[in-house]
């Protein structure tokens, strides 16, 4: 690892933070016997989309149960707002733009990249394996499976497989509510038991029938993910092996709906999360607030199993903070947290195949956002009939409904702030104070007022880059630019689609 050292990037006071006064809090861990590991991962599921979070719409009784039996995370986030990165940095444990190729969407899986459940197998402890979606998407380098152990068909089949007496680490990976396998969506929701207009529509989003349609058949989809989960549960419990699983809940990254996925906003980066361990909670049923990355799962299951912490692991474990008694605030220096985006698909102008590279930083107070390319389109180029790929159109952006209503209606007065706010080009930095402004639409790193607060931020930011090896920062960065997609993008629907749309 250059440039640090692992007791500086790992230890509970990160070096970040010396500077600071902030001392270490230290939990005496439990001494139990090696649990079972289930990791149950949701695909676009962003933060607050649960009964437990006070949503008054979707209904998510195996997600609350979770939370009420063991830890509720309010600030659980995850490397980058896309698929392939944000998985490989959670196996790898590595904040998302130390992987490679892999720190793109639709990538490649490097073959010497360490990931937690080859560690948990080679160990000969731990019977592992994967269903649905694990590492992806993308391709794979030197590997006989999937970075997220061995495909089976479901969970019940993996479990009469295991030998006897081994624990197990288990990925189950959802592939709700992701767009594009809804099916019939309207028909989902119905029977799901979900009205339109009961939808709460943030301040980003208008609030129109469409709008309203499109978010009510996404938490149809959860309430769904969360009926499978229910099932993984209950089969644990029939073999009275529950209590002594560590059970963790949670998603690759935010919705995707305008402002969300691919972008780093709360509703693109923080994401839902509760823990349930009954051998390694000492006092469940609290609300946690310190500020994870799920780049901390990897150290936080290797810990729970007794096994090492590999150097180049820049997460850092959990189990202090399930172990503590606290409730709110347990660790001092997890009071902030890093993300950051790289190619997300080739949907930029004709000529250009890079993507629109930035970093973040997030404190309780603020968000801090670094656009490394701001003349290039952050969500991909809106001409579609000059695009990088023929008839790219707003590619980093998943076609949806409410997509096609912004572009349908983007030249009334009303809609075009929220249209831009989408789609448009940004500056160089952004800055939101989280605190006046909860939605992260008001940007104010030029205002006079916030100037040594943007400085501060884009300081700290620049260092913790540095010393976790970012490309963007030591000016190696040709590997993210170059790197070969293997996916496909999101293209223009036609006029007739569009037209349905427009008021």
Known sequence: MNHLTRECLLGVGICLFVGLGLTAVHADQPLVSRPNILFAFADDWGYGHAGVYGDPTVQTPTFDRVAREGVLFHHAFISSPSCTPSRGAILTGQDFWRLGAAA?????FPGDLVVYPDLLAESGEYYVGHTRKGWGPGRIEGRKHNPAGPSFPDFERFLKQRPEGMPFCFWFGSQDPHRGVRGDGAALQKAMGLDPAD??????????????????????????????????LQLLEENGELDNTLVVISSDHGWSFPRGKTNLYDVGTRVPMAVRWPAGIRTPGRTVTDFVNLIDLAPTFLEAAGLEVPEA???RSILPLLASDVQGRIDPTRDRVFTGRERHTPAQAAGLS????????????????????PERWPEGTPDYENAFIPGAWLGDADNGLTKFYLWANQDRSDIRPLYDLAYAKRPAE????????????????????YAEVRSAM???????????????????????????????????????????YRD
């Open 313 to 315: 692991m820049t997460g």
């Open 104 to 108: 793109n969407l639709w990538s490649l």
């Open 199 to 232: 939808v709460v529509v943030p301040a980003m989003l208008p609030d129109t029938p469409a709008v309203r349609q499109d978010i009510i058949e996404y938490y149809a989809q959860v309430q769904r993910f969360d009926r499978d989960v229910a099932r993984l």
């Open 430 to 449: 952004e800055l939101y104070d989280v605190e006046r402004d909860p939605d992260q639409m008001n940007n104010v790193a030029d205002h006079p007022d």
């Open 354 to 373: 890079g993507g629109y590279p930035k970093r973040a930083l997030r404190t309780d107070r603020y968000l801090y956002i670094r656009n490394y390319k």
């Open 458 to 500: 884009a300081q700290q930011l620049t260092q913790y880059l540095r010393q976790t090896d970012d490309p963007r920062e030591l000016g190696t960065d040709d590997e993210l630019d170059q790197t070969e997609y293997f996916g496909g993008i999101p293209r223009w629907p036609g006029q007739e689609v569009i037209d349905r």
